[in-house]
Structure formats: structure tokens, C-alpha cells
């Protein structure tokens, strides 16, 4: 009855004038797996759904060029050049001239990247100011060019300058104009332009005829919110949707494979699904029962579960492939004996029972449930309470929940995911929080040592240590690496072909267009 309720919404949606027109090759219709939009304020929107969106708007200083994901193939966006100190500790960006704001907020200057990125390193206004502590000054030497200065070498440094989380840049003027609406209300310079947001139901963008790359062929697309797997999967074989995010699985894959005149990718980089383990709340506070814990996961049925040619296990918790991952480290084996055993000499001969808070958002909402029957059988009842996205991450953020399910895809360099989820300046609560959720704090010596080292192997063997003192400890149980699935019509071209991309979800450009 629900997916049919929400069909009908869909298609009275359509009849309204909200729908397609796909069929002239004006509108791209998108399915998202998501009850509502989170924030659309691109230094503070962390979420799956929120991130592809907001790429369609923003821009950085460099961008990773559209249909790649790894850092080899970054290129100019906003900054048509620039230049580094020997040292690595100054950089020069020299900008594009003409470069407009959406609306009437006048010309990009140098000025709005220097306020874009003192913003995104602030914690009062950006989710991703511990990226930017190197930042110690951040200048415009001219209306055209923009100096940053590090207290310390960076790694990657370019990587924080790509449109994705602190790097995407606002639009000073429309910031402080809008005040607190610019979280629902983006400005960018991006090659679309935010047009309008109904709750629950969609987000609506229009093609910025400005964009200093050529107004795009699409003239607007509706991003609609669409949480049921199988009621998406309708609205896309009618025509309805365009392109569809796919469930996290490879039966989906399959299935969505036969649907006629349809295109399948499997984007890198994966998110990698990790289970946090609270050091500091009781049961997890014995490293025999986050041992335990470890023991009662079969990573092979899990990998299984969601499938084999777009999942695989994660032995770290840096994903593999990424600059700097190890995979010697402690490991823990499925063995539910073992498990057992070690929660009998923790004081815990009758099981114990774990306190849990999940999101409803499908694909993590499937996983927590293959988890909470699989180490039911070692005696570790999960206690699930389901909430909705958002809260979610605010819950989890304030230490309500002593185990957290969290996957996410990072820029591809060791560093990042050792800083924000096991470094103690990222633990939850604190004035520098990020996402240590696990309170782990063994492995501070070796990040900080690794963000400072100039010999690139020695940085990699110090990353390694990191990883082997985390695992050692069981901060956290690194479950999988999971590929991002997208499928559209084969009737829409993005321009390029999409083989990875760090925000999530396929560039659309100015390129894109139906054929």
C-alpha cells in the first residue's frame, strides 16, 4: 500500500508540472534513496544524498576531472594555475576572470575564495574545519589570486581543493545575505543553480546560462526523494526517473541490468563500512568484548550478502587501494567459539546486549540487520533503534549509540581516514569533533608524525603503524568496501564516461544531455 501511495505521489508530482521532460531533452529526472535532503550548505552537508547534489552546483579551486576519482587527475576549476614553495608550505592560485555567482551575486573574486575557505576551516560553519587546521593563512594578494600559507606539510594538499566537502567554494555576498537560509538556499557557480525544495519530496535545479564553462545543455533537473528500493525500481522502469541510485547489492545490479535501454556503473571510490566500537561505554569499554565482537562477523557472508563483484572485505580501516593502506594488521576471524569464550572471560557468560542507533536509509539499514543476526549466534544481542538519516548523524554526533554503522568514501589518502576517525581531536563531543565515534586515541603519534613527513616511504610506514595500533586495539571493526551503483537511460550522455566519482554520484555537467 505505501509503495503504491507513493507512486501515485510521483506521478501526481508529474501531472502537476513538476514532471518530466526528459522526452524533449530538457529535465533530468534522479532518484535518490532518501526520505529528505539533509543540507544543501556544501560545508556542512555529510551525507550520501546531499553530496552529489551539491557537486552539481559548487566548484573548487581544482576539480578531479569529471568520470575519475583518484587524485591523479586533478585539473584547473576555479584557479587556472598555480604554484608551490619547495617546502610545500606556500601556495599560489592564480583564478579564472569572468567566473559569475548564481543570481545577482556578481563576479567570483578572490575574496570569496579566501572567505570560502576560512569557513570551511571554521567549526562553527563547516563539518570539515579539522581538514583546514594547517591552514595558517589564507590570503588574496590580489582581486585574481589567493595565497596559502601551511604551518605544516599537507598531504594531498590539492585534495582539500577539489569540490567536495570544505573544498567547494561559496559565494560571500550570497552567504551573508542569506544568513541562516543558505543552508536550504545554495549559491555556488556551478554549472546548475538552486531553484526549489518541498520537503520529503524533491529538489529542483535549473542550468546556470552564466556557467564559464558554457551553459549546459540540460535545462533543470529534479532530485527527487525516493526512500523505497522497490518503489524507485518502479518509477524507473515507467520512465518516471531518468537515473536511479541502486541498492547496494549485487542482485539489484543484476536485476536493474535486464530493465531494456539501460546503463550500469559501479563507481569508485567505495565507502568503506566500518563498525565504531565506544571505547568509553560499557560493554565496548572491555577490549575482550570488542574482541569478541570482531570474531562473531563473518566479513565472507557479509561480503556475499551484498554482493561479490561490488563489495569486497575490508582487512584495515584505511580502504584499500588508498595511499597508505596496509593489510598487515591484527586480524580477527570469524569464530564463534572464540567469540564467545572471550565474552565468558570479559563477565559475560550469558551474551551481552549492545545498544544500537541506525539509519533508515536502506542500503546501511539491510547490513545492520545481516550484522544483528550474525552475532546473535555469539551471544551479542544488537538493541536497533531506527531513525531517519539526519537524525541519525545528529545522534551519533552527541554519543548516543556505543556501536555506529558508518560508511563513508574520503579522498583517497590514509591520512584522511586515520585523522577524522581515529585521531583524538576528532572524537564526538569535543571542541575539534569530527567522526571518532570510537574515542580511539592509540594512534595520535604516528598520524601527526605521517601529516609532517617529507620522505614519502617513511609517511607510508608510519600510516601502516597507525593502522596496525588501531586494529590491535579493535577501535573499530572494518566490515567492507562497498562501490557506488548508479543506472540511467542510455539515452542520457553525461559527456563523459563515468567510471568514479568522490561525491558519490555521476558529475552531471554541462556536458550532459539526452542523445
Known amino acids: 500500500m505505501a509503495m503504491l501511495l507513493r507512486v501515485s505521489l510521483i506521478i501526481t508530482a508529474l501531472a502537476a508540472g513538476i514532471g518530466t521532460a526528459s522526452a524533449a531533452g530538457t529535465t533530468l529526472n534522479v532518484g535518490m534513496a532518501t526520505a529528505d535532503i539533509g543540507k544543501l550548505d556544501p560545508h556542512?552537508?555529510?551525507?550520501?544524498?546531499?553530496?552529489?547534489?551539491?557537486?552539481?552546483?559548487?566548484?573548487?579551486?581544482?576539480?578531479?576531472?569529471?568520470?575519475?576519482?583518484?587524485?591523479?587527475?586533478?585539473?584547473?576549476?576555479?584557479?587556472?594555475?598555480?604554484?608551490?614553495?619547495?617546502?610545500?608550505?606556500?601556495?599560489?592560485?592564480?583564478?579564472?576572470?569572468?567566473?559569475?555567482?548564481?543570481?545577482?551575486?556578481?563576479?567570483?573574486?578572490?575574496?570569496?575564495?579566501?572567505?570560502?575557505?576560512?569557513?570551511?576551516?571554521?567549526?562553527?560553519?563547516?563539518?570539515?574545519?579539522?581538514?583546514?587546521?594547517?591552514?595558517?593563512?589564507?590570503?588574496?594578494?590580489?582581486?585574481?589570486?589567493?595565497?596559502?600559507?601551511?604551518?605544516?606539510?599537507?598531504?594531498?594538499?590539492?585534495?582539500?581543493?577539489?569540490?567536495?566537502?570544505?573544498?567547494?567554494?561559496?559565494?560571500?555576498?550570497?552567504?551573508?545575505?542569506?544568513?541562516?537560509?543558505?543552508?536550504?538556499?545554495?549559491?555556488?557557480?556551478?554549472?546548475?543553480?538552486?531553484?526549489?525544495?518541498?520537503?520529503?519530496?524533491?529538489?529542483?535545479?535549473?542550468a546556470n546560462p552564466n556557467y564559464f564553462r558554457g551553459a549546459p545543455k540540460l535545462k533543470e533537473i529534479l532530485y527527487r526523494f525516493i526512500p523505497s528500493d522497490s518503489t524507485r525500481d518502479l518509477a524507473y522502469q515507467s520512465g518516471e526517473i531518468d537515473m536511479i541510485y541502486g541498492k547496494q547489492d549485487q542482485t539489484w545490479a543484476e536485476r536493474i541490468k535486464t530493465v531494456p535501454n539501460t546503463k550500469l556503473a559501479v563507481l569508485e571510490p567505495g565507502e568503506m563500512g566500518v563498525l565504531h566500537l565506544n571505547m568509553n561505554q560499557k560493554p565496548l569499554d572491555n577490549p575482550l568484548v570488542r574482541r569478541a565482537l570482531a570474531h562473531a562477523i563473518d566479513k565472507k557472508v557479509l561480503v556475499k550478502f551484498k554482493g561479490e563483484s561490488v563489495t569486497k572485505a575490508s582487512p584495515s580501516v584505511v580502504p584499500e587501494g588508498h595511499l597508505g593502506f596496509t593489510a598487515d594488521v591484527p586480524s580477527y576471524p570469524y569464530d564463534v567459539a572464540k567469540a564467545k569464550a572471550l565474552l565468558a572471560e570479559a563477565g559475560y557468560p550469558n551474551g551481552v546486549t549492545i545498544k544500537v542507533i541506525q539509519t533508515t536509509l536502506p542500503a546501511m539499514l539491510s547490513t545492520m540487520e545481516a550484522l544483528q543476526a550474525m552475532v546473535k549466534k555469539a551471544g551479542i544481542t544488537l538493541d536497533?533503534?531506527?531513525?531517519?538519516?539526519?537524525?541519525?548523524?545528529?545522534?551519533?554526533?552527541?554519543?548516543?549509540?556505543?556501536?555506529?554503522?558508518?560508511?563513508?568514501?574520503?579522498?583517497?589518502?590514509?591520512?584522511?581516514?586515520?585523522?577524522?576517525?581515529?585521531?583524538?581531536?576528532?572524537?564526538?563531543?569535543?571542541?575539534?569533533?569530527?567522526?571518532?565515534?570510537?574515542h580511539c586515541d592509540v594512534a595520535d603519534a604516528e598520524i601527526d608524525a605521517a601529516r609532517i613527513e617529507q620522505d614519502k616511504a617513511k609517511q607510508v610506514k608510519l600510516w601502516g603503524e597507525a593502522q596496525k595500533k588501531i586494529m590491535e586495539k579493535v577501535c573499530a571493526v572494518p566490515l567492507y568496501l562497498s562501490m557506488q551503483l548508479w543506472a540511467w537511460n542510455d539515452k542520457l550522455d553525461f559527456g563523459f564516461e563515468p567510471e568514479g566519482s568522490l561525491n558519490l554520484s555521476p558529475p552531471v555537467t554541462e556536458l550532459t544531455a539526452f542523445k
Open 44 to 206: 556542512l552537508a555529510t551525507s550520501t544524498p546531499d553530496a552529489g547534489l551539491v557537486n552539481w552546483m559548487f566548484n573548487g579551486l581544482v576539480r578531479i576531472k569529471p568520470g575519475k576519482a583518484s587524485p591523479e587527475f586533478i585539473e584547473p576549476d576555479l584557479a587556472e594555475s598555480w604554484t608551490s614553495s619547495p617546502d610545500g608550505l606556500t601556495w599560489t592560485f592564480k583564478l579564472r576572470q569572468g567566473v559569475k555567482c548564481h543570481g545577482d551575486y556578481g563576479n567570483l573574486t578572490a575574496d570569496d575564495i579566501v572567505f570560502s575557505l576560512k569557513r570551511a576551516a571554521n567549526k562553527e560553519t563547516s563539518g570539515f574545519s579539522a581538514d583546514y587546521k594547517a591552514f595558517s593563512a589564507i590570503e588574496a594578494t590580489s582581486p585574481s589570486e589567493v595565497k596559502i600559507t601551511l604551518s605544516e606539510p599537507v598531504p594531498s594538499l590539492l585534495g582539500l581543493l577539489v569540490p567536495y566537502h570544505g573544498g567547494n567554494i561559496v559565494c560571500k555576498k550570497a552567504v551573508e545575505t542569506l544568513g541562516a537560509k543558505f543552508v536550504q538556499t545554495p549559491i555556488g557557480t556551478g554549472p546548475f543553480m538552486f531553484a526549489e525544495y518541498q520537503p520529503q519530496q524533491f529538489v529542483k535545479l535549473v
Open 384 to 438: 536497533v533503534e531506527n531513525v531517519e538519516h539526519a537524525t541519525f548523524h545528529a545522534q551519533i554526533r552527541k554519543d548516543l549509540s556505543p556501536l555506529v554503522l558508518y560508511a563513508a568514501a574520503r579522498f583517497p589518502v590514509a591520512d584522511t581516514y586515520l585523522t577524522q576517525f581515529f585521531h583524538s581531536k576528532s572524537i564526538v563531543g569535543t571542541p575539534t569533533a569530527i567522526t571518532n565515534f570510537s
